[in-house]
C-alpha cells in the first residue's frame, strides 16, 4: 500500500501514458482481428470466446517478468443490429449460443485491455459483408447510420475540448478563449441531434461517456446525452484526464428498452458486503482475483454454470453490477462507437480509436449543413508538435492537413 502511494499515476508520469499506449496497441490489433471474423453464419458466442483467448495472449507478450497487473480491460463483446449495449452471449444458455450474424446486419464489436490498471477500450461498428457491400460500398440508409455516427463523434470530441487549449493569436486572444464557459452537456445533446438529424437518424438515449482512472472505468465524472428521465451528467473534461467517449445513433427513435435477454456482463463495486452463500463468496474471490473492478463476462469465470447461480446474491448486495441487455425501442439499427482519449496540453491524443471510414465507399445524398458546426469539425483536436520541416511551405491543402489531424495526427502528441 505504501508504494501506491509514492507512485505518480497521473499522465503527468511517462511510463502511465506508455502503459495506455500499450494496451492500446492490443485493443487496437484484437479488434481488428475480431472484425476479420465476422461474416455470415459466424456465432457471436465463438467471436466473444476468440477474441478473449486473443487478448489474453497478446496481454501476455508484454510486460514479462514485471510486478505489474494486465488483463482485459473489456471482454469482446459483439452487439447485433438493434442492440445498444455490448452483449456476450453464454454457451449454457442454448438460444443465445447459437445466434448467428447475418448479412448485411449492423454490427458491434467491443473489447479492451489494460496494463496496470490503465484500460483503453474500443468499438466499432461495421456492416456484416454480403453481395451488396462485397467492395466495401454502403448504399443507403446503413451509410446514413454510420456517418451520422462517425461525425457525430468528431463533434463530440471537440467539443469536450477545454476551451482556449489550442487557441492562437495574442496573449490576449488567447485569454479570452481560455475564459469562454464551457459547453454544456445539453448544448453537446442539441448540437449533436443536429448532426443525427442530418442524416435521418437520432442520438441513443443516455449515452454516456466516462472518466476513466487507474482500475476505474466510470469515475467521478460522466457526459449524459440524450439523458433519459433521472439521469444527468456530471463535470467536465479537463487537461490531465483520460475519457471513455461514447458515441450511439439509432435509424429509429432513439429511445431504448430491457430485453429480456440475461444480463452476463458484470462489474465489481467498491461496496463490501458479508455474502450469505459459501458460492456466492466463492465467484465474488474469483472475480477480484481474475479482473479486479475492470468488466468481465459470466463465461470467463472456471463454471460457468455455478457463476450464473453465485452472482444473484453479488448483484442482490450490489457488490458486483450487472448490466442489462439494452435495445433500440422500435428495434431500429443502432450503431457505436467508443474511444479512449487523454486530454493533454497539446490536445487530445486518440489512445484508441474505431479505424477511420473511407467516405468514398459511403452513397447517400444527405450531408450536415449547420455552418456552426461545419465550422467545429473543421478544427484539429491537437495541436502538431512534430518535427519543424524545412519543405512546411509546400504543405498548401488545409482540408488534408486537418483530416489527418483528425483521424490520428494526435496519437503521437504527449
Known sequence: MAEDTEVDYTLNNPDTLTKYKTAAQISHKVLE??????????????????????????????????????????????????????????????????????????????????????????????????????????????????????????LLLRLMLPHGLLASGTDEEKKRAGAERPTTQSKMTQMLEKVAKSYGCNLVESTTSWLFERNEIEGKKKIVLSPSEGSKGEGIPEVGEVWGVEMGISLGSGKVKTLENRPTLHRRTTITYGLKRPSSRQILSEIVKKFGTFPFSLRQL????????????????????????????????????????????????RLTAPPSPDMSKYKTDKKITDEEILKILDQPIARSTGAKSKNKKKKKKPSKKSTEEEEGGSSEEE
Open 33 to 154: 482481428t475480431v472484425t476479420s471474423w465476422c461474416v455470415e453464419g459466424e456465432k457471436i458466442l465463438t467471436l466473444c470466446e476468440r477474441g478473449d483467448k486473443l487478448l489474453d495472449e497478446e496481454v501476455g507478450k508484454v510486460y514479462k517478468g514485471k510486478k505489474v497487473s494486465k488483463g482485459i480491460a473489456h471482454p469482446t463483446t459483439v452487439s447485433p443490429s438493434s442492440f445498444v449495449t455490448p452483449y456476450t452471449p453464454l454457451s449454457s444458455d442454448p438460444g443465445d449460443a447459437s445466434i448467428v450474424l447475418k448479412q448485411d446486419e449492423v454490427v458491434k464489436i467491443q473489447l479492451g485491455a489494460q496494463i496496470d490498471g490503465f484500460g483503453t477500450i474500443v468499438c466499432d461498428t461495421i456492416i456484416v459483408p454480403s453481395e451488396k457491400n462485397k467492395n466495401g460500398e454502403l448504399p443507403g440508409r446503413e451509410a446514413d447510420l454510420l456517418l451520422a455516427t462517425h461525425y457525430a463523434n468528431e
Open 302 to 349: 472456471d463454471d460457468e454454470r455455478a457463476a450464473k447461480v453465485g452472482v444473484v446474491e453479488c448483484v442482490r448486495s450490489n457488490v458486483v453490477r450487472q448490466y442489462e441487455v439494452i435495445a433500440d425501442k422500435d428495434g431500429a439499427p443502432v450503431s457505436r462507437l467508443f474511444s479512449t482519449v487523454a486530454i493533454t496540453k497539446n490536445g487530445i491524443i
